[in-house]
């Protein structure tokens, strides 16, 4: 069973840089992309960021500039940096994993920008 842990999130002020985890239960080998997710009350989850197995990148347009996504391998932990953090970021986010047709959910962190 794949099992996938967040941590980083938080309060911080507009402007202000935070930096998220996910630690996979197995190696990140077997997933064929992993990425970041966030839902904002009342709204639909959306996809931030995901970095595929061979290391390419995909950012929502929002997220672009701001965010990184990055993978440490060894750890089997991906991390999503975020600079520059605006009110509007302010969500739930979690962290997803993909192999084949199966995707796997982190239970997901909050975070909270403050104006």
């Known amino acids: 069973q794949v099992q996938l842990v967040e941590s980083g999130g938080g309060l911080v002020q507009a402007g202000g840089s935070l930096g998220l985890s996910c630690a996979a239960s197995?190696?990140?080998?077997?997933?064929?992309?992993m990425g970041w997710y966030r839902q904002a009350p009342g709204k639909q989850r959306e996809v931030v960021a995901t970095i595929a197995s061979g290391g390419s990148t995909y950012y929502v347009d929002s997220a672009k500039g701001r965010f990184t996504i990055s993978r440490d391998n060894a750890k089997n932990t991906v991390y999503l940096q975020m600079n520059s953090l605006k009110p509007e970021d302010t969500a739930v986010y979690y962290c997803n994993a993909r192999a084949g047709l199966f995707q796997y959910w982190g239970q997901g962190t909050q975070v909270t920008v403050s104006s």
């Open positions: 197995g190696s990140i080998f077997s997933f064929n992309a």
